[in-house]
């Protein structure tokens, strides 16, 4: 049996070199973000934004910029073989999960090391909310990934992979979505951040994690059966 | 049906095998693959001793490749008793896993590398180390005639090149069976000669080929597989 930490970094590295290489996913998910936070900014006609709303438009555009990337996570392993090879291959079946997940988080953050400060641009006064907003940003990718890692390998093998992915994802991340926008909803309060109930719903976002993380772990080695 | 072993069969192995090394290295009887109402496959049988060569030979849709996906663990059978190196599949297929090379419809190599990275790809997920793995790659690269090209990414290569490349990388970690479907499919003459090096019957691997060329490969046949559409396999020594 292959060492699961050889096997993590192969199928990671090559995921991450194969995205360097070609942009095929995180550009798409970028302009998409940047060009939402455009349309809010021009339909709601704001120029800035505090509380449940602001929460909301971050976390909305974020998710949906989400499923450009989690629709094409397997894309590769089933149209080159990807599957056919890591099953004849002498390695645990979670490392692959373990491996898209975190070829996601990394997505996830690039995506966000973009989309945040332009947010922060666009409609935030103070960039003071940014700090405490990290933790509720990795606990809220964790979960995302895990989910998006589990349905897009579950939808891959569908000609109606992409409408697929968001009809079986949105509702399974409503209650990641409802804890990460209420841990950000005070952080955006107009007169600076602040932490009401923001423990709690960091906690709820780590269970959530917990759960998929679990879950991913236990049902990927049968999803990758014929 | 089940066929008798052939009495010629040359023992050599280039990997290490599992602790039933001295049995036959494939025993079908009575397999079958239904996908829906339709058998692919129905009560084929057959026993294959170690370092032998079975070529299976059939019309379109008789179930060739069907076959070999199920020898490589990427099938489940819907019947049937079957031991491929001493391990009962489906409940063993974890640990035949490694000792497979399997060569398919598709090269199993990821366009937007090149064949180098891809080899290497191959080479961790099957745990050889980096040295050897390097030495290994440079080693097939040359034989496979490909040494001045295995830097281009795949999606440049020709599809002759890149059926030399996935050679490369079916033999990458020695596999002790070799499941070759179409193994010449896109070779012109000197690209199947220097396959013939690497999954040629002097390898010493035990080898299934799947093929519509009988001419090509029956020389190399110690046992004959014949499948047909709504018939019975048959099996010749």
Not at chain 1, 194 to 213: P, S
Not at chain 2, 3 to 32: E, K, N, Y
Not at chain 2, 193 to 206: D, K, M, S, V, Y
Request: aromatic share 6%; hydrophobic share 50%; proline share 5%.
């Amino acid at each position: 049996m292959t060492p699961s930490r050889v096997a993590f970094a192969a199928v990671l590295g090559k995921d991450l070199r194969a995205e360097l290489r070609t942009l095929q996913s995180l550009p798409a998910m970028a302009i998409f973000a940047v060009t939402t936070f455009v349309i809010f900014r021009f339909g709601l006609d704001r120029t800035q934004l505090s509380g449940d709303l602001a929460s909301g438009v971050l976390w909305a555009t974020l998710l949906f910029a989400a499923v450009l990337g989690i629709n094409r996570l397997f894309v590769a392993e089933r149209e080159e073989g990807g599957f056919d090879a890591m099953r004849l291959a002498p390695i645990d079946r979670s490392v692959l999960f373990a491996a898209k997940a975190s070829a996601l988080i990394v997505y996830l953050l690039a995506l966000e090391l973009i989309a945040v400060p332009v947010f922060a641009l666009f409609f935030l006064d103070s960039a003071a909310a940014l700090g405490p907003l990290v933790a509720v940003l990795l606990l809220a990718d964790l979960g995302l990934a895990a989910t998006g890692t589990l349905i897009s390998s579950m939808a891959v093998n569908s000609r109606s992979r992409d409408l697929l992915v968001p009809l079986i994802l949105l509702p399974l991340v409503v209650p990641l979505m409802i804890a990460a926008t209420g841990a950000t909803d005070p952080l955006l309060a107009v007169g600076g951040p602040g932490y009401e109930r923001f423990g709690t719903w960091l906690m709820v976002l780590g269970l959530y994690d917990l759960i998929f993380v679990l879950l991913g772990y236990a049902v990927f080695d049968f999803l990758l059966e014929d | 049906m089940i066929g008798q072993p052939s009495q010629s069969s040359s023992m050599a192995s280039t990997q290490d095998l599992p602790s039933s090394a001295s049995g036959p290295a494939i025993v079908l009887a009575g397999l079958r693959r239904d996908f829906g109402e339709r058998a692919a496959l129905d009560g084929v049988g057959l026993e294959l001793a170690r370092g032998e060569t079975l070529v299976v030979l059939g019309p379109n849709g008789a179930g060739k490749t069907t076959l070999l996906r199920i020898l490589a663990t990427l099938l489940r059978p819907s019947g049937g008793e079957i031991s491929v190196l001493g391990c009962a599949l489906p409940r063993e297929a974890w640990k035949l896993r490694g000792q497979i090379g399997y060569l398919g419809h598709e090269p199993l190599l990821y366009r937007d590398l090149s064949g180098r990275e891809n080899l290497r790809f191959h080479a961790k997920l099957h745990g050889l180390d980096r040295a050897a793995a390097e030495a290994r790659i440079d080693e097939l690269l040359l034989t496979a005639g490909m040494d001045r090209r295995g830097d281009d990414r795949v999606v440049e290569l020709s599809a002759g090149m890149r059926q030399r490349l996935a050679i490369c990388r079916c033999v990458l970690h020695r596999p002790a069976l070799l499941l070759l479907d179409e193994p010449d499919s896109n070779l012109d003459a000197a690209g199947r000669e220097l396959a013939r090096e690497l999954i040629g019957p002097g390898a010493g691997q035990t080898r299934v080929i799947v093929t519509h060329d009988p001419d090509r490969f029956l020389p190399e046949a110690d046992r004959v597989l014949r499948l047909g559409i709504g018939e019975r396999a048959a099996v010749a020594s």
